[in-house]
């Protein structure tokens, strides 16, 4: 079985205007000039999809950063994934920590948005990670392993389906994990791929999100099972992305 495409997927939060149309056209020349051994994903606000979609970026996809478990119905201010799917997306973020926390998002919850992304022929990016308490007892890469377990849809299949770990003490807080204890993380998720999917599991991206930035970057993504990155305030602006995305030209 041969190793996914690496994956660099900027996650833009509750940033960005209109204007912040210009931070895509710059990204797609950047690459257009200097080259990208990676695929590259900007999952922006729900306000700025349509508009960056628009722009139809040769070398940047455009995702979404979450949605409803339903397809429609009286849920207000909710945004389903067939309605992302219509906009041009074709990736759903799901399970990021802070909705986990801001929102009490629980594993099942997050099942259920993978599921109502893959079942419209989206690809679910499933967040997991665990706090600095879980990290200091000892229990990292037991919460990890059952995250991974169980917020992966029944009807997953490696096509459509990504995984994300970012450890929730380390995002945005300049702190990122040693090499060694990302790799320790990331095989420990691959080998649950693995028995879920069999060797089929080697195919499916596992991203490293946290505190990534151009200076750590080629160290981070060189690190054996990370296929790529899951990147937040470093994907703000274009030349700084691309200084992480630059990376996978010098890892060949």
Same mark, same amino acid.
Request: hydrophobic share 40%; net charge negative; glycine share 10%.
């Given at each position: 079985?041969?190793?996914?495409?690496?994956?660099?997927?900027?996650?833009?939060?509750?940033?960005?205007?209109?204007?912040?149309?210009?931070?895509?056209?710059?990204?797609?020349?950047?690459?257009?000039?200097?080259?990208?051994? *990676?695929?590259?994903?900007?999952?922006?606000?729900?306000?700025?999809?349509?508009?960056? *979609?628009?722009?139809?970026?040769?070398?940047?996809?455009? @995702?979404?950063?979450?949605?409803?478990?339903?397809?429609?119905?009286?849920?207000?201010?909710?945004?389903?994934?067939?309605?992302?799917?219509?906009?041009? *997306?074709?990736?759903?973020?799901?399970?990021?920590?802070?909705?986990?926390?801001?929102? @009490?998002?629980?594993?099942?919850?997050?099942?259920?948005?993978?599921?109502?992304?893959?079942?419209?022929?989206?690809?679910?990016?499933? *967040?997991?990670?665990?706090?600095?308490?879980?990290?200091?007892?000892?229990?990292?890469?037991?919460?990890?392993?059952?995250?991974?377990?169980?917020?992966?849809?029944?009807?997953?299949?490696?096509?459509?389906?990504?995984?994300?770990?970012?450890?929730?003490?380390?995002?945005?807080?300049?702190?990122?994990?040693?090499?060694?204890?990302?790799?320790?993380?990331?095989?420990?998720?691959?080998?649950?791929?693995?028995?879920?999917?069999?060797?089929?599991?080697?195919?499916?991206?596992?991203?490293?999100?946290?505190?990534?930035?151009?200076?750590?970057?080629?160290?981070?993504?060189?690190?054996?099972?990370?296929?790529?990155?899951?990147?937040?305030?470093?994907?703000?602006?274009?030349?700084?992305?691309?200084?992480?995305?630059?990376?996978?030209?010098?890892?060949?």
């Amino acid at each position: 079985m041969t190793t996914p495409k690496a994956l660099v997927a900027g996650n833009w939060k509750m940033n960005g205007l209109k204007s912040a149309a210009t931070e895509i056209m710059r990204l797609n020349d950047l690459v257009k000039e200097g080259g990208a051994r *990676c695929d590259i994903l900007i999952c922006p606000a729900f306000t700025l999809i349509s508009t960056l *979609c628009d722009i139809n970026s040769e070398y940047v996809a455009i @995702g979404a950063q979450d949605c409803h478990m339903n397809m429609n119905g009286a849920h207000t201010g909710d945004i389903s994934a067939e309605m992302i799917k219509d906009l041009g *997306c074709g990736h759903i973020i799901v399970g990021h920590s802070e909705r986990r926390a801001d929102h @009490g998002e629980m594993n099942e919850t997050v099942n259920a948005k993978a599921s109502a992304a893959q079942s419209v022929g989206l690809k679910a990016i499933i *967040c997991v990670g665990e706090t600095i308490e879980e990290r200091k007892a000892g229990r990292a890469l037991n919460v990890v392993t059952s995250q991974v377990k169980a917020s992966i849809p029944s009807g997953a299949v490696v096509e459509n389906t990504i995984i994300a770990y970012e450890p929730v003490w380390a995002i945005g807080s300049g702190l990122t994990p040693t090499a060694t204890d990302v790799e320790e993380v990331h095989n420990a998720v691959r080998d649950v791929l693995l028995e879920r999917f069999s060797d089929h599991g080697t195919q499916i991206n596992i991203l490293y999100g946290g505190s990534v930035k151009a200076s750590n970057a080629l160290e981070l993504m060189s690190v054996n099972n990370v296929n790529g990155a899951l990147v937040g305030g470093a994907s703000l602006k274009a030349d700084d992305f691309y200084g992480i995305i630059s990376a996978y030209n010098e890892i060949g």
